[in-house]
């Protein structure tokens, strides 16, 4: 079998082609599977042989290639939609609706999701090199790239390390630079720079994000979360809904709401237990706030869920 290299230099559409061998490579690594974690640091294959319903879940900083299939993705009032030929990139962690739109038996949706890290960004950042756009004004953390032969090329050789597990520790950080490398040098790299560099607003916006990503059971007051923006609160309301399309208690009671429902589903929590865990005070205002938020009162949609030929929910962000 010709290496990628040379693959692409015989083929006259070399993107087409590189799509094609990365498809390939995903399909093989995970065989019947519908998801596979791999030995390389933050990066996890997905197969899905059918489209899937809107699902809610939250996408972590990182980058999802779509190999074959299609998949969607709504942020707010944004939907975004990504395939062979685009790439998703998202900047911090953001409660989202998702699906996959495009598989079937003959041509599953094959997805390789890769985390971002972001000192790995501010690394390369750091180059002189490295000319990066300014954002555009209002932007989301979260926007679609064309994926280039050179990208690629480069994910195809990140998967090829699967067969030489020696090599992971040494080379794989390379290739992972090289692929941020790539997405930072066009138009959709403008908004991750923006989140990594210190010292600019999307950055200090991104710590007020982490804090509630890590605390989203506690009381929220907005104006402690601007102080660890070292924002005013009128500018983080507006920089916060910038990037996530909500406001900060949205996105607390997203996570809220996401987190019980992982509780029930996967641990058996009952309704009440999982509503002051996520940290709520009243059983009644969750069973509200979840059934406008998923359609179904919490243990009714749960066991909908768990039920025999219940449909599968579409493939995770991202590690």
Same mark, same amino acid.
């Given at each position: 079998m ?7 230099? @015989?083929?006259?559409?070399? =993107?087409?082609?590189?799509?094609a061998?990365?498809a *390939?490579k ?5 065989g ?7 030995e390389?640091?933050?990066v996890?294959?997905? *197969? *899905? ?6 699902? *809610? ?15 969607e ?5 944004t939907? $975004? ?5 685009h ?12 699906w ?12 390789l999701? @890769?985390?971002?890290d %972001?000192? /790995?960004?501010?690394?390369l ?7 990066v756009?300014?954002a555009?004004?209002d932007?989301?953390? /979260? ?8 990208f690629?090329?480069?994910c ?11 090599d992971?520790? $040494?080379?794989s950080g390379?290739?992972?630079?090289e692929i941020?490398?790539r ?7 403008a ?6 560099? @210190? ?7 991104a710590?007020?994000?982490?804090w509630i990503? =890590?605390?989203?059971?506690k009381?929220?007051?907005v104006?402690?979360l601007?102080q ?6 009128s500018?983080?309301?507006h920089?916060?809904?910038m990037?996530?399309a %909500?406001s900060?208690?949205q996105?607390q ?8 429902r992982?509780l %029930? ?6 309704a =009440?237990?999982?509503? $002051? ?6 059983a009644t205002q969750?069973?509200?706030?979840y059934?406008?938020? $998923?359609?179904?009162?919490? /243990? ?6 768990l039920?025999?030929?219940a449909?599968k929910?579409?493939l995770v962000?991202?590690?």
């Amino acid at each position: 079998m010709k290496n990628t290299k040379e693959n692409a230099a @015989l083929n006259p559409n070399p =993107a087409r082609g590189l799509r094609a061998e990365l498809a *390939r490579k995903i399909a093989s690594l995970v065989g019947n599977e519908e998801n596979r974690i791999t030995e390389i640091p933050g990066v996890s294959l997905h *197969r *899905r042989t059918s489209p899937t319903p809107p699902c *809610r879940t939250t996408y972590h900083p990182g980058i999802i290639v779509v190999a074959q299939g299609s998949k969607e993705v709504n942020l707010g009032p944004t939907n $975004f939609i990504y395939d062979e030929s685009h790439f998703l990139l998202t900047a911090v962690d953001l409660p989202i609706v998702s699906w996959v739109s495009a598989a079937t038996d003959e041509v599953p949706c094959l997805v390789l999701s @890769l985390g971002l890290d %972001m000192s /790995m960004v501010r690394e390369l950042l750091g180059r002189e090199e490295i000319h990066v756009a300014e954002a555009p004004p209002d932007s989301p953390a /979260m926007s679609i790239g064309n994926t280039t032969p050179e990208f690629l090329n480069a994910c195809c050789r990140l998967l090829d390390l699967l067969d030489s597990p020696q090599d992971i520790p $040494f080379l794989s950080g390379l290739i992972q630079r090289e692929i941020i490398y790539r997405v930072l040098r066009g138009r959709v790299g403008a908004r991750l720079r923006a989140v990594a560099t @210190l010292g600019d607003q999307s950055h200090r916006t991104a710590k007020a994000i982490a804090w509630i990503t =890590a605390n989203y059971a506690k009381p929220l007051h907005v104006e402690e979360l601007a102080q660890i923006a070292n924002m005013g609160v009128s500018t983080l309301h507006h920089h916060f809904r910038m990037l996530t399309a %909500m406001s900060p208690l949205q996105y607390q009671k997203q996570l809220r709401l996401q987190s019980a429902r992982n509780l %029930m589903l996967n641990n058996g929590h009952d309704a =009440a237990s999982a509503a $002051f865990e996520v940290g709520y005070e009243s059983a009644t205002q969750f069973n509200r706030e979840y059934s406008r938020f $998923f359609g179904k009162p919490p /243990m009714r949609d749960v066991r909908a869920l768990l039920s025999p030929g219940a449909p599968k929910l579409e493939l995770v962000g991202s590690p």
